[in-house]
């Protein structure tokens, strides 16, 4: 099972990025998919997380109404949207991958990690 993030880079206060988390190795659908973020000096953070087919949906109360969790299980990949962008979002984001993962906002609840991609937000 391997799980690769992209799309970060550097943004501006107030703009958007779109991260992607391709998956390989096994039946993508039958996994509950997750992203934690993790800024210097910080304790890892939960993110977002979506259910196997996409039909239920978890944020962090930091960026909801602000970020979109969503996937294409055709082609084994679940996006990041984040919209209205503020420094404190500048973090390494990491997906992150389970079957049954006990709790949605643990990271001990998940199997399998991706190498991280780092987002950047200048004030």
């Known amino acids: 099972v391997q799980l690769q993030a992209s799309g970060g880079g550097l943004v501006q206060a107030g703009g958007s990025l779109r991260l992607s988390c391709v998956a390989s190795g096994y039946t993508f659908s039958s996994y509950y998919v997750a992203w934690f973020r993790r800024s210097p000096g910080e304790e890892r953070e939960f993110v977002a997380a979506?259910?196997?087919?996409?039909?239920?949906?978890w944020y962090g109360d930091s960026v909801k109404g602000r970020f979109t969790i969503s996937r294409d299980n055709a082609k084994n990949t679940v996006f990041l949207q984040m919209s209205s962008l503020k420094p404190e979002d500048t973090a390494v984001y990491s997906c992150?991958?389970?079957?049954?993962?006990?709790?949605?906002?643990?990271?001990?609840?998940?199997?399998?990690w991706g190498q991280g991609t780092l987002v950047t937000v200048s004030s």
């Open positions: 992150v991958a389970a079957m049954y993962p006990s709790k949605m906002t643990l990271i001990q609840s998940y199997d399998y």
């Open positions: 979506i259910s196997r087919n996409g039909g239920s949906t």
